[in-house]
């Protein structure tokens, strides 16, 4: 089971539907897969889940135990203000430390209207999961320009397509 993660709570994002894709792409290969989207963590989780109150927030609970019970996971991270959601840190601020993501596999996904498909964040966020003892894939997807490369949920550059189906098997190998 690989767990595709949706790093943005923006609703309708192109961050689920770039999952989404993700998933289509697992289930031509039966390989079983989920998405957890940011989107449906609890409104107020930042007040509610984290520090002081760790687990009294059962919404939170749920999602934070489907995150943990994951061996494998794709992080689909939009780019914002060059680096990735600030949801998408408190979120991982709010899992069990250290034991959550330690020992376990991902693949990274970086998305963005400009050129760079959030380089600079997946190499931030790359730093952080290896200080967290999470083994991430050396290939790290890029998909830059997304009103001309993501179209109506298909990615239609055949270079950044091929790069997706390659990344994929990897993680499946990994």
Same mark, same amino acid.
């Given at each position: 089971?690989? $767990?595709?993660?949706?790093? $943005?709570?923006?609703? +309708?994002?192109?961050?689920?539907? #770039? ?10 290969? +039966? ?5 957890l989207d940011l989107a449906d963590l609890p409104e107020d989780f930042i007040v509610s889940a984290l520090y002081h109150n760790i687990g009294k927030n !059962? ?9 943990? !019970? ?7 991270? *939009? ?7 600030? #949801? ?14 330690h020992n376990k596999k991902c693949a990274l996904v970086g998305i963005s209207d400009g050129v760079s498909g959030n380089a600079l964040g997946l190499s931030?966020? $790359? ?16 998909? *830059? ?10 990615? $239609? ?11 994929? !098997? ?5």
């Amino acid at each position: 089971m690989i $767990t595709i993660v949706v790093g $943005t709570n923006r609703l +309708h994002s192109k961050s689920r539907k #770039v999952a989404e894709f993700y998933k289509n792409q697992l289930d031509m290969i +039966h390989v079983p897969g989920r998405i957890l989207d940011l989107a449906d963590l609890p409104e107020d989780f930042i007040v509610s889940a984290l520090y002081h109150n760790i687990g009294k927030n !059962q919404k939170f609970n749920e999602i934070r135990h489907e995150i943990e !019970q994951a061996e494998k996971y794709v992080f689909v991270l *939009p780019e914002y203000n060059n680096s990735v959601p600030g #949801v998408f840190k408190a979120f991982i601020d709010g899992l069990s430390y250290p034991n959550a993501l330690h020992n376990k596999k991902c693949a990274l996904v970086g998305i963005s209207d400009g050129v760079s498909g959030n380089a600079l964040g997946l190499s931030h966020i $790359t730093d952080i999961f290896n200080y967290l003892g999470m083994y991430v894939l050396p290939q790290k997807i890029r998909i *830059p320009l997304m009103k001309k490369n993501f179209v109506e949920g298909i990615v $239609t550059d055949e270079f950044i397509h091929r790069l997706i189906i390659d990344q994929i !098997q990897r993680l499946v190998k990994f």
